[in-house]
């Protein structure tokens, strides 16, 4: 009785539609369009002339004129001048990394930049740490071949990225060897020789395989009693670095100490930007990336076999790029508009993958790659690893930033705010918050050479109820100087609350961060 019913609605409602679509089409739908024999849809026709942001852009039947023909070739160089610098601030940030390692005389695998006495504000390092001892090398497997890495027991979290800052593979506490040491073997993608077995066959090393040729080996040491002294022997004294051709006779290691040193690692800014990727281009096979970015830097003359040498017109069209390729890529770090990046609902502090996973692939890959997310991470950040948001307690290390007080005002150098760290942080290993230049990413430079505090390094007051107020300010305030970070009137700045061995309350998220609050 209900079916037939609605069944009748139904059909009502099919013949209604029916009677619709057959009812006669008036006459001006259609009569031909001018100049042709049919009716052709607006949709597909250009009118002679439209007002658009890079001016008025002028047709005859559909063909641009030749001023407009003009206009329009310099703004797709000018949007593909911005893209580039977007999609390649990866690999110009390992190249700026191969860069300064060379200015500090580290130019070979077996030759490596290490942080013996920390990381102070004077080198010019991505928003590094003032907590571990780091240990820098380039590895070189054109030059090199299968590369041998030999990390010692007790070595803290390690990466190998590649030369567009992808994963390769983890070492120490959240590689494969557990922070027990051992071999690890880089390959380059298109070697074709025959290898040792793998360390998962029963052979000796963790072997694993490389987009390019040029890879950053990073690695972290830990304080012990507060001090950089052990790590800094393990490494010095634990660290292999040598071809496999040269397992027999391997060179010996040397050790450049970066500490207190003003040297830089930080890519350009400015069209030197498109130098450096000219370099990287020459440099790494033409399948470390893929056709689509290929394509995109050959647009703009970045092709690999020839010379980078644009004319006056190009040169003037990708210096205006860069500079809104810089104002782009410091809105999404600083001022980022997706909502989904922030921790905690309402809450300043910010995920640095943002929605992504490591390889800033958002919603599982069904969004495809996050590009804002890959922008924000490389523009401010450095190390790629699973580990730095995969979930595991006791292991590796979390991180929160925040660019703005409680109130969302960005960081004025000239005031004082106060940051509360509750009781029990969820740290196994440390705690620490640094305070970092929005202009080069880098600790910012004040009076104190390490702009920090650390909770095992430093001798910090806590309050009663056993939480820690961290100040920041240009003075500090009365009784709280063992507690306070400095910061610099007339600059801005903004900070990295960082957890090393982060436990299970900060993963669900029971235990959480106090906001960064202005004290009036």
């Known amino acids: 009785m209900i079916y037939g019913r609605y069944s009748g609605i139904v059909a009502a409602a099919l013949l209604a539609g029916l009677t619709c679509t057959l009812s006669p089409a008036s006459a001006s739908d259609t009569a031909p369009t001018p100049g042709f024999n049919t009716r052709i849809p607006d949709t597909i026709l250009t009118p002679d002339k439209v007002e658009t942001r890079i001016g008025t852009l002028q047709f005859v039947d559909g063909v641009p004129s030749a001023e407009t023909t003009a206009k329009v070739y310099d703004n797709l160089d000018f949007l593909r001048g911005v893209e580039t610098f977007l999609n390649f601030i990866p690999a110009a940030s390992v190249e700026s990394m191969r860069l300064g390692n060379a200015e500090m005389g580290a130019k070979s695998s077996h030759q490596a930049v290490i942080m013996d006495n920390l990381l102070d504000s004077n080198p010019l390092f991505l928003t590094g740490n003032t907590d571990t001892v780091y240990c820098s090398v380039i590895l070189d497997l054109e030059t090199d071949g299968p590369t041998v890495v030999e990390v010692p027991k007790g070595t803290g979290p390690g990466t190998v990225n590649d030369a567009f800052f992808r994963f390769v593979v983890d070492m120490g506490g959240p590689g494969p060897d557990r ?131 644009p004319d006056e017109r190009m040169t003037k069209i990708l210096t205006e790029a860069v500079a809104v390729a810089n104002a782009t890529a410091r809105a999404v770090s600083f001022r980022n508009r997706d909502p989904r990046n922030a921790l905690y609902p309402g809450s300043q502090w910010q995920n640095m993958f943002g929605s992504a996973d490591y390889r800033f692939l958002d919603d599982g890959g069904n969004a495809g790659r996050n590009l804002d997310s890959r922008t924000m991470f ?56 640094v305070v970092y230049d929005p202009q080069t990413r880098s600790e910012l430079q004040t009076g104190q050479p390490f702009p920090s505090k650390n909770n095992k390094r430093d001798k910090l007051i806590a309050n009663a109820d056993g939480s820690v107020d961290v100040y920041f300010g240009p003075k500090a305030p009365e009784g709280k100087k063992d507690n306070w970070i400095q910061t610099v009137p007339g600059k801005g700045w903004f900070a990295i609350f960082r957890l090393y061995g982060p436990l299970e309350p900060w993963f669900d998220k029971t235990w959480r961060p106090g906001e960064i609050e202005l004290v009036e």
């Open 378 to 433: 490389y523009y401010g950040y450095t190390v790629n690893t699973p580990a730095m948001v995969a979930k595991i307690p006791g292991r590796g290390s979390q991180y929160g930033m925040s660019f703005a007080d409680s109130s969302g005002e960005p960081f004025d150098g000239g005031k004082t705010y106060r940051f509360n760290v509750p009781a029990n942080a969820p740290a196994k290993d440390f705690w620490s918050a």
């Open 179 to 309: 922070g027990e040491g051992g071999k690890y073997l880089i390959v380059p993608a298109d070697y074709k020789g025959e290898l040792p077995k793998d360390k998962s066959e029963g052979g000796d090393y963790y072997i694993a395989r490389s987009p390019s040729y040029s890879n950053w080996l990073i690695l972290r040491g830990f304080l012990v009693d507060g001090k950089p002294d052990a790590a800094s022997k393990m490494f010095r004294e634990g660290l292999k670095i040598y071809p496999l051709a040269k397992k027999d006779n391997p060179p010996d290691m040397e050790f450049f100490n970066g500490s207190k040193v003003p040297y830089n690692t930080i890519h350009a800014n400015n069209f030197e930007f498109f130098k450096e990727i000219d370099h990287v281009i020459q440099k790494e096979p033409v399948e470390f990336i893929d056709p689509e970015l290929r394509g995109l830097a050959a647009s703009i003359g970045l092709r690999k076999g020839a010379p980078f040498n």
